[in-house]
C-alpha cells in the first residue's frame, strides 16, 4: 500500500468521524471504499483507525466510526475477519456490553449508537451468523446472558432496563409523596382558631366534649336498656335517632378540621349556639372549666371532686342560663369577661394548684414571687388580680412597649444598691485580712442602672431611583443602589440619554472617557491593524488586540458537540470551588493545626490515667 | 510431514516422533471451529468440565446454577459439521440437583457409570450414571470448592475433598465415609490434586496462599510447602514465608507425567514446580490475569513436545510453552470470563467453558487445500466457497 493512500485513509476515516454528523458523508465513504478495494492491506489500515476512533470517549465520533465499520463488514471479507475477530471489544465499545465501561456522553447519541449496534448485530447474524462462529456466539451471548431483546424498539439491554424501572420507581414515588402532600392540602379545609372566631370555636369545643361525655353514653345507655328490655319499637327508633344525629354531630366537627389554639386557664361561659340543629332539644349553658396539665377530656363522676370540678356541669345548667343571659362569649373576649362570677372558684382552684409542686402554675408563682411581672406583659399573663385589668384598661393604646428592666424594677422609689460594688477581699476560711472598704460607690453604675437605652433604627424606605449611566448596548444601567453603583460609582441625577444634568458631572464623566480611550493606543484600531495584516499578510496580533488578550484556543472539532459545555452544571461549578487545590490544602492545613493543637494538649494524659 | 512419514515408515524414527510432532502441530493451530457446536444447555455460567479418560468420548459439565450435563463429543456423522449433544442432564426439576452452584465434576477414572459431583450447597455426590441418581452423598460443614479422585490409585479409592474448613477431607469410596483429615492450611482450601505419578501424593491448594504436597499414608503433616522464594529469606517478608502465591491460590494441575505442578493465584501470576522437591523452576509466564475467588481450572497438553498449558486468562484460553514460559497463543472466543477447560489429549482439541453460559471447542484446523489442487478444481473450488465469504464490493465505487 502507498504512503499517500494510508494518509488518505486517515485522513478521511477522521474527518468522517469527526463531522458530528448523524449520517456519513456518502462521498468520503465512496472513496475510502474505492481505496480499501484495492488491497487488504488498506483493509487493515482502516479497520485499525476505525477501531482506535470507536474507543474514543465521544459518543458522535462512536457513531460515526460504527456506521464506517457496518458498511465496510458487508462488503469486505478480510474486515468481517478482523472484525469478528476482536468481537468482544467491538460490542463493548457498542452495545455496552461491560457495565464497567458506559457508553460515553452525549446521551442521546450514546443510545442511538446502542440500538443501531443492536439491530446491525441482528443482521449481521441473520446473513453471516452461520459462517463466522464467534460472530454467531456474540449474538448469542448479547441475547441470552446480556437478555438484549431484538425486538424491542429501543433495544434495551438488562442493565438499561434496570435503570429505567429504577428511574420510574423514583418518579413514582415522588408522585406519591405529591399527592400525599395535595390530599393533606385538600382535607385541609382547616378552621383556624383566630382572635375573631374564638367564641365560637369555643362553643364548638363544648358542646363537642358535652356530646361525646355525656349525652351520647346516656344515648348509648338508653338504646341498651331498651334492647334488653325489649320495649317499645316506638321508643328504641327515637333513641337510635337520636343516636344517629348525634354522631353525625360529631362527624360533622371532625370534618370541620379545626385547629385549635392551646388554652391555658381560662375561663369561658359559653352557651349553646343555635347554629347546632342537633342539639336544639338539649340547649344549655355550661361552664369550660380551665384545663389541668394532662388534659383528661373524661373524667368520671366519681373522680370528678379529685379534680376540683363540679359535680357534673349539666345539673346547674338551667340556673346559669338564667343567671347569665348577657354572657355569651363576644368576640374577641375583652379582659371584662374575666371578672365574672365564677372567678373566685377559679382563683381557689388556682391556688390549691399552686401548692401542687407538679404544676407549671406552682412554677410561675414562684417565678411571680421573685420577678413581679411588669404591667406591659402581664396582660398577655394568665390571671393577675382582676382590679389591675381594669386599671391597665384605661392605658393609652400607643404607650411603648419596652423590655423588662431594673429601672421598671424599682420604679419610682430609690435603688438601694445601685453603683455599690462589694469587694470581698478574702474568700480563706480562716484568715482574715485587715479591714478595708469593703463597699465601693460607683456613680457610673448608678447611672446605667436608672437609665435605659432606646435605640430608634427608623423604618426601611427602598430604593426608587435608578443609576442610569449609559451602557455599551445602548441601555441605561439598572442598577438600584442606594448612594454608589459599583460600576458607575456616585448616582448623579440623569436626563432621558443617561447624561448628568448638572455641568460638573458631565465634565467630570468625559475627562473619565478621554483617560480610558489614552489608556488604549488609537493606533491598535482593530480594524484597521485587520486590514494592515490582511495587506502585508503579516500577523500583528491584531486579534489579540481586539479582543484585549482574551484569545480563545480553537476547538480542534468544531463539528463535534461539546461534552465540557453539558458539564456545566452547578453541581460542577461547585465543585470546582470545593475541590479547588488551594482550598483543600487550606482546610487540610486548618484540620492539622486543630488536631495538632489537640495532641499537644491531651498528648501527656496517659500519664494521668496510669498514675 | 512427509519427511517424519518416510522415517517412520523406514523404521528411522520412534514411532512416537511423528506422534508429537503432529500433536504439537495441531495444538498449534488450535481455533475456534464452525464446524463444531456444542449444545447450548447451561442457562448460567458453566464453572467445571471433564472428559472421561476410559473412551475420551462423554464430558461432563457443572453449572453455576447447579445442572450437570453429559455431552457426546464423538462424531459418527462423517460430516465435518457436528453439534456436541447433551445425552442426559440433571436439570433444575430434576430431585437430585444440586441446590447451588456446581464446583467440581469428575469421571470416576476407570469407569463412565459413576462420576462424582460437589457443590455449594455442601455436598459432594456420588452419581450412577445410568440411573443419573446419586448412589452416595456426602455432607460438609462448608461449600466445597474441589475434589478429586486419583486418576491412577489402584490401592484405594479416597476422594480429597477440599471445603472452606481448612482441613481437607478424604473420603473413602469404598466405605461411604469421611476416614481422614488433613491439616495445615489456615484458609479455605480452593483446589485440591492428586498425583498422576504417585497414588498417595495429593496437592493441595488454599486462600491463605499456601500450597502443601501430603503423602496421605503420613498423617503428621505435609511433606513439603511450596515456597515462591525457594527458601531464600532474603526475599520473602516475614509473613511471605513458604507461600507459593502473594494471593489466594486457586488454580492446580500437575503435567501428564507428573513430574511438575502448576498454580495459579490472584497475584496475577503462573508458577511451575518440581514436584518432587517442591522447588520454584522460576519460569515466567508473565502476567496470567486470574480474578477468580473460586477453583479454576486450568489444563496441561498430553504428548506434545513441547508441552503447552491452557489456562483461563480473563475472557480468553492463554496458551503457554510449559518450559520456556512463552505465550503462544490466545484463544479469544468467550464474551465474559472463562473458569474450566479440559484438554481432550487423543484428537488435541480444547473445550472451555465460562461464565458467557458457552462451552466452545476448540479444533484443530486442518491444513488448507495445497494450491496445485485448487487450480485444478478452477471455478468449481471457487463456487464452493461460502458466499459469505467472498467480498461484495459494489460496482459504482470504480
Not at chain 1, 456522553?105 to 449496534?117: D, G, I, N, T, W
Not at chain 1, 424594677?409 to 430609690?414: K, R, V
Not at chain 1, 458537540?561 to 465543585?575: H, M
Request: with cysteine; hydrophobic share 30%; charged share 30%.
Amino acid at each position: 500500500m502507498e504512503l499517500s493512500q494510508r494518509d488518505r485513509l486517515s485522513e478521511l476515516v477522521e474527518e468522517l468521524t469527526t463531522s458530528g454528523q448523524p449520517q456519513l458523508n456518502q462521498d468520503k465513504m465512496k472513496e475510502i471504499k474505492k481505496i480499501c478495494k484495492v488491497s487488504n492491506d488498506c483493509i487493515d489500515h482502516v479497520y485499525h483507525s476505525v477501531m482506535s476512533q470507536l474507543s474514543q470517549e465521544h459518543a458522535e465520533v462512536r457513531l460515526s466510526a460504527f456506521q464506517i465499520a457496518s458498511e465496510l463488514f458487508s462488503r469486505s471479507h478480510h474486515f468481517r475477519m478482523l472484525l469478528v475477530d476482536n468481537f468482544q471489544g467491538f460490542l463493548e465499545l457498542t452495545v455496552e456490553t461491560d457495565s464497567e465501561q458506559p457508553l460515553p456522553p452525549p446521551k442521546e447519541v450514546a443510545r442511538k449508537l446502542r440500538s443501531l449496534a443492536i439491530q446491525t448485530v441482528q443482521s449481521w447474524q441473520a446473513s453471516y451468523g452461520t459462517a463466522y462462529k464467534k460472530l454467531a456466539l456474540g449474538y448469542h451471548f448479547l441475547k441470552q446472558v446480556k437478555k438484549v431483546d431484538f425486538l424491542d424498539a429501543e433495544a434495551r439491554t438488562v442493565a438499561e432496563r434496570r435503570r429505567e424501572q429504577e428511574r420510574r420507581r423514583k418518579m413514582e414515588r415522588i408522585y406519591k409523596e405529591r399527592v400525599e402532600a395535595a390530599t393533606k392540602d385538600m382535607e385541609g379545609l382547616h378552621v383556624e382558631e383566630t382572635e375573631d372566631n374564638e367564641a365560637v370555636v369555643s362553643t364548638v369545643i363544648d358542646l363537642y366534649r358535652l356530646i361525646t361525655t355525656k349525652h351520647l353514653p346516656a344515648v348509648q345507655g338508653w338504646v341498651q336498656v331498651f334492647t334488653k328490655a325489649g320495649a317499645e319499637q316506638q321508643l328504641l327508633r327515637r333513641a337510635l335517632d337520636l343516636k344517629r344525629s348525634l354522631e353525625a354531630a360529631l362527624q360533622k366537627h371532625k370534618e370541620l378540621h379545626i385547629a385549635y389554639k392551646t388554652r391555658v386557664r381560662r375561663v369561658m361561659k359559653a352557651s349553646s349556639n343555635s347554629e347546632d340543629d342537633d342539639d336544639n332539644d338539649e340547649d344549655d349553658d355550661f361552664e369550660e372549666v380551665p384545663e389541668k396539665e394532662g388534659y383528661e377530656p373524661h373524667i368520671p363522676e366519681h373522680l370528678r371532686a379529685e379534680y376540683g370540678l363540679d359535680p357534673s356541669p349539666s345539673t346547674s345548667a338551667a340556673s346559669v342560663t338564667t343567671k347569665l343571659p348577657a354572657k355569651r362569649p363576644v368576640a374577641p373576649p375583652s379582659q371584662s369577661s374575666y371578672c365574672s362570677s365564677s372567678s373566685s372558684r377559679q382563683l381557689k382552684q388556682l391556688k390549691e394548684e399552686e401548692q401542687d409542686p407538679t404544676c407549671a402554675a406552682a412554677t410561675l408563682r414562684v417565678l411571680r414571687q421573685h420577678f413581679p411581672v411588669p404591667s406591659a406583659s402581664s396582660s398577655s399573663s394568665s390571671s393577675g388580680p382582676s382590679s389591675s385589668h381594669c386599671s391597665s384598661e384605661m392605658k393609652p393604646v400607643d404607650a411603648p412597649v419596652v423590655p423588662f428592666g431594673l429601672d421598671l424594677y424599682y420604679w419610682g422609689q430609690e435603688q438601694p444598691s445601685a453603683g455599690k460594688i462589694v469587694k470581698a477581699a478574702s474568700q480563706h476560711q480562716f484568715w482574715v485580712p485587715i479591714e478595708t472598704e469593703e463597699e465601693v460607690e460607683n456613680d457610673e453604675l448608678r447611672a446605667e442602672s436608672s437609665s435605659r437605652y432606646i435605640s430608634f433604627p427608623g423604618s426601611f424606605t427602598p430604593v426608587s431611583h435608578y443609576c442610569r449611566a449609559p451602557l455599551g448596548n445602548g441601555k441605561l444601567c439598572q442598577r438600584q443602589d442606594r448612594l454608589k453603583c459599583p460600576f458607575h460609582g456616585r448616582i448623579i441625577p440623569r436626563d432621558q440619554e443617561g447624561r448628568p444634568c448638572s455641568q460638573d458631572d458631565r465634565l467630570r464623566e468625559e475627562q473619565e472617557e478621554r483617560r480610558k480611550m489614552e489608556e488604549q493606543p488609537d493606533w491598535r484600531d482593530a480594524e484597521l491593524m485587520r486590514d494592515i495584516e490582511a495587506a502585508t499578510g503579516e500577523n500583528l496580533s491584531s486579534d489579540r488586540a481586539g479582543k484585549k488578550g482574551k484569545g480563545k484556543k480553537k476547538k480542534k472539532y468544531p463539528n463535534l458537540s461539546d461534552l465540557k459545555q453539558s458539564a456545566n452544571t452547578s453541581r460542577s461549578r461547585l465543585e470546582k470551588k470545593v475541590f479547588n487545590k488551594s482550598t483543600m490544602r487550606k482546610v487540610a492545613q486548618m484540620m492539622s493545626k486543630a488536631d495538632r493543637r489537640k495532641h499537644e494538649k491531651f498528648s501527656n494524659q496517659f500519664n494521668y490515667a496510669l498514675n | 510431514m512427509l519427511a517424519f512419514l518416510t522415517a517412520r515408515q523406514t523404521g528411522l524414527d520412534d514411532p512416537l516422533r511423528l506422534r508429537r510432532a503432529e500433536s504439537t502441530r495441531r495444538v498449534l493451530s488450535l481455533k475456534l471451529n464452525p464446524d463444531r457446536d456444542v449444545d447450548r444447555v447451561h442457562g448460567n455460567g458453566v464453572n467445571t468440565i471433564d472428559i472421561e479418560a476410559v473412551e475420551g468420548r462423554y464430558m461432563l459439565s457443572g453449572g453455576a446454577d447447579g445442572v450437570i450435563v453429559i455431552y457426546d463429543l464423538e462424531n459418527y456423522s462423517g460430516k465435518p459439521q457436528y453439534t456436541c449433544k447433551a445425552v442426559c442432564t440433571v436439570g433444575r426439576s430434576s430431585r437430585y440437583v444440586h441446590k447451588f452452584s456446581v464446583e467440581t465434576v469428575q469421571w470416576y477414572p476407570y469407569d463412565t457409570g459413576m462420576f462424582v459431583t460437589s457443590s455449594f450447597d455442601k455436598t459432594m455426590k456420588v452419581w450412577d450414571t445410568e440411573m443419573l441418581k446419586p448412589a452416595e452423598v456426602f455432607e460438609f460443614e462448608g461449600n466445597v470448592y474441589s475434589h478429586h479422585l486419583s486418576p491412577i490409585a489402584r490401592k484405594h479409592s479416597l476422594i480429597a475433598v477440599g471445603t472452606k474448613n481448612p482441613k481437607i477431607q478424604l473420603c473413602d469410596l469404598k466405605s461411604g465415609s469421611r476416614i481422614h483429615v488433613l491439616q495445615g492450611h489456615r484458609a479455605e482450601v480452593l483446589s485440591v490434586q492428586w498425583s498422576p505419578r504417585y497414588e498417595h501424593i495429593l496437592a493441595t491448594a488454599s486462600a491463605d496462599s499456601k500450597v502443601k504436597v501430603w503423602d496421605v499414608r503420613r498423617a503428621s503433616g505435609s511433606l513439603f510447602t511450596l515456597d515462591q522464594h525457594n527458601g531464600d529469606k532474603s526475599k520473602a517478608s516475614s509473613e511471605a514465608v513458604h507461600t507459593a502465591h502473594n494471593g489466594r491460590v486457586n488454580g492446580l494441575c500437575f503435567t501428564g507425567d507428573g513430574l511438575y505442578l502448576l498454580t495459579t493465584g490472584t497475584d496475577d501470576r503462573m508458577r511451575l514446580w518440581n514436584s518432587a522437591n517442591g522447588e520454584n523452576t522460576l519460569v515466567n509466564y508473565g502476567k496470567v490475569c486470574n480474578e477468580s475467588r473460586k477453583r479454576q481450572q486450568l489444563t496441561v497438553s498430553r504428548g506434545c513436545s513441547p508441552e503447552f498449558v491452557f489456562v483461563p486468562c480473563g475472557s480468553s484460553v492463554a496458551v503457554y510453552a510449559l518450559h520456556t514460559g512463552e505465550l503462544v497463543t490466545m484463544l479469544r472466543g468467550h464474551y465474559n470470563n472463562v473458569d474450566c477447560c479440559a484438554f481432550h489429549p487423543d484428537y488435541q482439541e480444547l473445550y472451555s467453558g465460562g461464565k458467557d453460559c458457552n462451552i466452545l471447542a476448540w479444533v484443530p484446523v486442518l491444513r488448507p487445500v495445497d494450491v496445485e489442487e485448487e487450480s485444478n478444481k478452477g471455478a468449481a473450488g471457487q463456487s464452493s466457497v461460502n458466499p459469505a465469504f467472498q467480498d461484495t464490493w459494489s460496482s459504482d465505487e470504480d
